[in-house]
């Protein structure tokens, strides 16, 4: 019997797979939770753009009476940066305050990301 053979037992190898196994568990979760947050960063961008369009909209008394707006295109707001992935609403709108929501479409389907901004309070920002 020669004992001078060089190699890996399958004993080595299967606690090799087992660790790789184990790494890859934990990376990928991460990962995509990673990819989903850079995502809706994007959407809170495009958002953050609406609230100053808005913002400008109230000061300068478009309608007679300052007040916020439902229409997106009143705003001369640039979203093209997230065409095909998020859709830009503004579902509600008064002289108080109003709500931006961004859903996702496309590579970001299932996402979406609200805010709701109060005169004079700070946003408060929901997201799935």
Not at 48 to 76: C, D, H, M, R, W
Not at 88 to 105: D, K, N, R, W, Y
Request: proline share 3%; hydrophobic share 40%; net charge neutral.
């Amino acid at each position: 019997m020669n004992r001078n053979q060089k190699g890996f037992t399958l004993m080595e190898l299967m606690v090799v797979i087992v660790i790789v196994a184990i790494l890859a568990a934990v990376a990928v979760p991460l990962y995509t939770n990673y990819v989903k947050d850079s995502k809706r960063t994007e959407a809170k961008g495009a958002i953050g753009a609406v609230i100053t369009g808005e913002q400008t909209f109230y000061q300068k008394g478009v309608t007679g009476t300052p007040t916020y707006t439902t229409t997106l295109a009143s705003l001369n707001v640039d979203t093209s940066d997230t065409d095909g992935k998020w859709t830009i609403s503004i579902p509600a709108a008064s002289a108080t305050g109003f709500t931006v929501l961004a859903t996702g479409v496309g590579s970001c389907a299932g996402l979406t990301v609200q805010c709701v901004y109060t005169k004079g309070g700070e946003p408060a920002w929901t997201e799935s």
